[in-house]
């Protein structure tokens, strides 16, 4: 079809009538124009489909399909590949169903670990959340489904969620929030992008001009259409004068009459309106192409897919005294209502029906057969918070009388779910007292947890081994198996900080804010850039995660030690597996600028990759490094920046597990404005070596010599030393004040033009 001529035969009202969607979950059409409906369905992690009863928020019950991990589960195995085909499994599930528009993946920055949603997002990191986002909507897209990237942008909480402000400083906007869109954007252009409910800076995001048009469009290239969240329209004609194209859900005819009273009145042209209705109809276009009917898809190898990426998901934080893998034999305790009844996804809008689900008690019978004797006690009661002693004190026996012990604790549904925010970084009060008790009378204690975030382990030195199996899908029972026993070697690595308390994280004063604003104080300090900054330890650090193998680093290269911030710096690295089982390995990249005139994180994340060794085997891995991987973002000339200086290059296998570094001197070819105004600081200026030379020329010609000499120190050190700090910090219009009726404006006027013109010549 033509959308121009498409456009043409359209009245007003049915422009009008496109920019809001039929129902909760279709786009309307046009019969007589031949324009159909297209659905459009939740979710990242887990096709869910609603036929008769439809609502947002994960209350109805949706059509069976696939549950994968969530994405704080996928983002743990730091796998792109896999991610990839976690999205094209999704896309053949959205065929089947009729569904055109998947909606996800979710990128927003994991800023507070009390984030209700925050199983639904990636990392804390903006590099490692882009790559996963890429990969999973190159994934979906490649079967010609379309995805709704979201929630544009700075939606970091769930507290007062659809009226917060969210006030944040361009650069840390630009350097944390906002890459986990830009860069899947520009690689992967998702059909659709979803704005947020929240203010950024003072204005919605489903109205916010600079996001919607001068970064997404303008800057990054963004084809597609804009789609509110579910319920995030302020105002529609507002919304559609800055970018945003589709309501979600309808209002009832309501925000259409909106959009032509405001076209008959001059408020919005129709021009605007074609602009919006021509992205709709272009994707409606490239769905109806791509609609293949009577689609079905290999539920049995998807359930497989999904173990696989549970597998990969799971982190292995602590395994002293090599108590993992077990063995089968002897006597084992299985101890945890979470080990029969798992919790393998989070509440919401993301929940999905899956097509089978798997406990870790059933798999670990299927494993151990008759080789082992296995006891089991729940230990506890999910539907309350409180101890019921009786069945602690059934725990304890069990564990009395096996060999080793595996808990299972974790975090119950109605303790992180998208609506609200959690309140703390606790387990429920019956899963720390168990614990405690069973590690008492057994000290070969395996801890397993289910959670959507990170939680706090008063008990942490009381256990040999912890593994994290986050929220893990449908096949997260057996995963768990598979990883306890040795089948599977855990390769998961933390995409998060586990802090030790949560008053250690930068965001603790500052979330989730006051009334209808929240202020992100910490500004690029997110996550692991604070912890190691500021050298506070936390429980786990981000990037962590253990192997059943032993993995060696050697032999760390770059093609050059000096380059230009334009050029491209190739890193090499070998990966040598020097146990005696195969095992897959993260080897992660760090950035660090040694000397930086402005207030930057120690290092920060801009490679890796996930590499498989049989024992014995190595690897040479490599990495290239572009100007983004050493830049900042400069708020004065609005672009990322680097300065001029040495930059460590650090390889490790956490943020803070760091093995091998070099040095590459990266020269910048972007000139700063460096024009001297009344406010200049003498220190700047006397601390450039171009400008030094100049300032002293210039106040030789006027003759300030007094006002810069050298302090007298024959009045004593601290007084010269004051004195000194005093004239570093002065701006250079105190030479008025300080001259004593020496020095006038128009003397000063004169005294900056001089060294403005001798600093161009300079730069010429």
């Known amino acids: 079809m033509d959308i121009t001529k498409l456009l043409s035969a ?38 869910r489909k609603q036929e008769d009863s439809s609502d947002h928020l994960g209350i109805y ?9 969530t994405a704080v589960g996928m983002a743990s195995s730091w796998n792109r590949e896999l991610i990839e085909k976690v999205g094209i499994a999704l896309g053949k599930e959205c065929h089947a169903e009729g ?10 920055i994991k800023r507070s670990p009390l984030g209700g949603r925050n199983f639904e997002y990636f990392s804390e990191d903006p590099y490692l959340t882009a790559e996963m986002a890429t990969s999973h909507i190159e994934g979906v897209q490649s079967e010609g489904i379309g995805t709704s990237l979201k929630h544009f942008a700075v939606n970091n909480q769930e507290e007062r969620r659809m009226t917060i402000d969210a006030i944040i400083d361009e650069r840390t906007l630009r350097e944390v929030y906002l890459p986990g869109f830009e860069i899947p954007i520009k690689k992967a252009q998702p059909w659709t992008v979803m704005s947020a409910y929240n203010k950024v800076n003072g204005e919605y995001a489903s109205e916010n001009e600079y996001l919607l048009n001068d970064i997404l469009r303008e ?19 507002a919304s559609i004068a800055s970018g945003m194209e589709l309501e979600m859900p309808p209002s009832g005819g309501v925000n259409e009459k909106k959009i032509i009273e405001a076209i008959n009145s001059g408020q919005l042209t129709e021009e605007k309106l074609d602009e919006a209705v021509r992205r709709i109809l272009n994707i409606i276009l490239k769905a109806m192409k791509n609609k293949k009917d009577n689609y079905t898809y290999d539920v049995k190898a998807h359930h497989q897919l999904a173990r696989k990426v549970a597998s990969e998901s799971i982190v292995l934080l602590k395994n002293e005294s090599n108590i993992l893998p077990l063995q089968r034999e002897g006597k084992l305790g299985i101890i945890g209502e979470f080990a029969k009844n798992p919790r393998f996804q989070g509440g919401g809008s993301s929940h999905v029906n899956p097509t089978k689900l798997e406990n870790s008690y059933d798999e670990i019978m299927n494993i151990v057969k008759d080789d082992t004797e296995v006891l089991f006690s729940a230990g506890y009661d999910l539907r309350k918070d409180e101890i019921d002693e009786d069945l602690v004190d059934d725990a304890v026996k069990v564990a009395q009388e096996v060999d080793k012990v595996v808990l299972f604790v974790g975090l119950p549904d109605r303790y992180e779910s998208e609506g609200y925010d959690r309140t703390h970084l606790n387990l429920p009060e019956s899963h720390d007292y168990l614990v405690e008790k069973v590690a008492e009378v057994n000290p070969n204690l395996v801890i397993v947890l289910s959670n959507g975030s990170p939680v706090e382990m008063p008990w942490i030195n009381k256990v040999k081994g912890i593994i994290e199996s986050y929220l893990g899908g449908q096949a997260v029972g057996g995963a768990i198996a598979d990883i306890l026993f040795g089948i599977t070697n855990p390769s998961g690595k933390l995409a998060e900080t586990f802090p030790e308390k ?32 500021k050298n506070v330890k936390p429980l786990f650090p981000f990037g962590h995660g253990l192997s059943y193998t032993q993995f060696e680093y050697s032999q760390l290269s770059m093609n050059k030690n000096f380059m230009l911030d334009n050029e491209t710096l190739t890193v090499t690295v070998k990966v040598k597996n020097t146990g005696n089982v195969q095992g897959k390995e993260i080897v992660q990249l760090y950035v660090r600028d040694i000397e930086t005139s402005v207030s930057r994180p120690d290092k920060e994340l801009k490679g890796f990759e996930k590499v498989d060794l049989q024992p014995g085997k190595e690897k040479t891995v ?17 672009d990322w920046h680097v300065e001029t200086g040495d930059f460590e290059i650090i390889i490790g296998k956490s943020s803070q597990d760091l093995v091998l570094k070099d040095v590459v001197h990266v020269e910048s070819t972007t000139k700063l404005p460096k024009w001297i105004d009344r406010n ?20 030789q010609e006027m003759d300030l ?9 024959s009045q004593g050190e601290d007084a010269a030393i004051m004195a000194k700090s005093m004239l570093m910090n002065a701006p250079l219009r105190l030479i008025i004040n300080f001259g004593q009726g020496q020095y006038n404006e128009e003397m000063l006027t004169q005294f900056i033009s001089l060294l403005n013109t001798e600093l161009k010549k300079q730069e010429n």
């Open 622 to 638: 490599t990495f290239s490094l572009d100007k983004r991987a050493f830049a900042y973002y400069n708020e004065k000339i609005q």
């Open 61 to 69: 019950e949706s059509n069976p399909s696939t549950c994968f991990p």
């Open 502 to 533: 949560l008053e250690d994280n930068p965001s603790y004063l500052n979330f989730p804010g006051d009334v209808d604003k929240v202020e992100y104080r910490e500004g690029v300090f997110v996550g692991y850039r604070y912890y190691d900054t």
């Open 10 to 47: 359209m009245t007003l009202e049915e422009k009008a009538s496109l920019c809001s969607g039929l129902d909760f979950w279709h786009l309307k059409g046009i019969e007589h124009l031949n324009i159909p409906s297209i659905m459009v369905a939740d979710g990242p992690h887990g096709l």
């Open 680 to 699: 200049t600081m003498v220190g700047d200026i006397l601390a450039n070596p171009v400008l030094h030379p100049v300032l002293m020329k210039v106040v």
């Open 219 to 237: 800057e990054w290239g963004f084809e597609g259409f804009v789609v509110s969240d579910w319920g995030a329209v302020n105002e529609m004609v």
């Open 705 to 713: 010599g007094d006002l810069f000499e050298e302090p007298d120190e």
């Open 99 to 108: 569904v055109s528009i998947l909606l996800g993946p979710g990128v927003n």
